[in-house]
């Protein structure tokens, strides 16, 4: 008896990525069909369900990714449907997940990957989609479309519909109460409070009558009792910054919080029930911490239910142009003024490694703007250490060995630069239609602007 056939559907505005896509998935046994039209996806998925959907987010002015996903999962709730993107964004990232998709995945993807994700969900029961209620709204600040981002996208999704602990990791300026921030709004205590404390800026015995409140006359100057944060967030949630620099001493009724649900206040004789949801961060090696003994490792995989890595910048470059056009209109509207940033600067601020991560770039184009003489910064109004990585030329391009996407992103900017910002002479010199062009600049964050326009 023959093997039933496997159907997959291909969505994409696109023909030459339907095609591709099509052959890449083509297997003995599958049926693969493609189509740049969501509505008639929609109406093929209802006369005869697929066993899965690839679809591109954005599709049409009417529809895309996630209207698609929603209507075929409700038409047809045994398909699963997977969301590709070039444009990373935390709240689309959420709406599929609370619609049911098996994942959302960002371009470019890796070939391998992409066929091991096909692999798994056509292996994989559909999931239902989430029942809680999560806001649409997104965490300001949180930026990217590269990979890496997405995948945090996708984490901060799944961590804010499980009301579970869960332990961020990362460098100092990469995000981390952000982070916590969007899993608490997009979770079901979101109308409860959100309340943050940094453990590391408080000496132990303030942090303790901090965390688990204080009876009065448990101390010198404890005048009068004090609940503390735990009881203060109750049916909400606590973020414990800097959660690495908790003492011992802590680390244990922490845990009793986690496995318990109850504390004690500093010089109280009874505990007292609470229900709070933990988001920890830190910027620590928590498993040479726990090797070393200065973190409990019971306390570690009580926090640790989920745990999210944030990528340091200069793991993310193709995400700092982006991040320079936010933080770049964020700081002429606050001082009035009009200034853009030059390609040859641009490039500059790509190639820095920024040791002090997101908040360190926002610090720095804060400053430019401040001390920019004119309506445009360029390459010699840059820092010290900035400016002499713009210095023109190959070992622009080459000098450090960049990976082959990198050397794309440096050579269309390169590009951009040389023609002035023309998009048809862009394209003409790249050998590639506009339409690629534009992709190319969407993927890497590049904006294009009208400046030199011959067209």
């Not at 029961?125 to 999560?134: E, G, H, K, M, R």
């Not at 949180?142 to 499980?162: E, F, N, W």
């Not at 800097?242 to 001493?249: C, D, K, L, T």
């Not at 590009?415 to 890497?444: K, P, S």
Request: glycine share 8%.
């Amino acid at each position: 008896m023959n093997a039933p056939t496997t159907r997959i559907l291909i969505l994409d505005d696109d023909v030459e990525t339907c095609r591709f896509m099509q052959e890449l998935l083509a297997r003995p046994g599958r049926e693969i069909e493609t189509t740049t039209d969501p509505e008639m996806a929609i109406d093929r998925a209802r006369a005869k369900p697929y066993d899965l959907v690839v679809s591109d987010l954005k599709l049409n002015a009417r529809l895309d990714g996630i209207d698609v996903l929603r209507q075929i999962r409700a038409a047809a709730p045994s398909t699963q449907v997977i969301i590709v993107t070039g444009f990373g964004e935390l709240e689309k990232a959420v709406e599929a997940v609370r619609e049911g998709a098996f994942d959302f995945v960002s371009k470019p993807f890796n070939i391998t990957e992409i066929k091991q994700l096909v692999e798994r969900a056509l292996q994989q029961a559909p999931s239902l989609p989430a029942t809680a209620a999560v806001r649409d709204t997104i965490a300001p600040g949180l930026l990217g479309r590269t990979p890496a981002m997405t995948s945090v996208y996708k984490q901060i999704a799944y961590a804010a519909t499980a009301d579970v602990p869960v332990l961020i990791i990362g460098e100092s300026g990469t995000g981390k109460e952000l982070v916590a921030s969007a899993i608490h709004e997009h979770s079901t205590r979101a109308a409860r409070a959100y309340v943050p404390i940094n453990c590391g800026a408080l000496t132990e015995t303030l942090l303790e009558s901090e965390l688990f409140g204080h009876v009065k006359g448990s101390f010198t100057g404890a005048v009068s009792d004090h609940k503390g944060i735990f009881l203060a967030a109750h049916t909400g949630t606590v973020f414990l910054d800097e959660v690495g620099e908790m003492s011992p001493a802590l680390q244990v009724k922490l845990l009793r919080v986690l496995q318990e649900g109850e504390v004690r206040p500093v010089g109280g004789s009874r505990t007292v029930q609470v229900d709070v949801r933990i988001v920890a961060a830190t910027n620590v090696d928590m498993e040479k911490a726990v090797a070393d003994g200065r973190f409990r490792q019971d306390l570690f995989y009580r926090l640790g239910v989920v745990i999210i890595h944030l990528p340091p910048l200069r793991e993310r470059r193709e995400d700092i142009p982006l991040l320079v056009e936010r933080f770049l209109q964020a700081a002429c509207a606050k001082a009035g003024r009009q200034i853009e940033i030059a390609p040859a600067a641009m490039e500059a601020l790509t190639g820095h490694p920024w040791p002090g991560n997101v908040r360190e770039l926002e610090n720095t184009i804060e400053r430019l703007v401040v001390f920019c003489r004119g309506s445009r910064v360029e390459a010699a109004d840059l820092p010290g250490t900035l400016a002499s990585k713009a210095a023109p030329g190959p070992q622009t391009l080459f000098g450090d060995l960049p990976s082959l996407d990198e050397l794309e992103r440096r050579y269309l900017l390169h590009v951009l630069e040389q023609v002035h910002g023309n998009r048809t002479r862009a394209a003409e010199v790249l050998g590639i239609d506009r339409r690629t062009l534009y992709r190319m600049a969407e993927r890497f964050g590049i904006p294009l602007t009208d400046e030199g326009r011959t067209e």
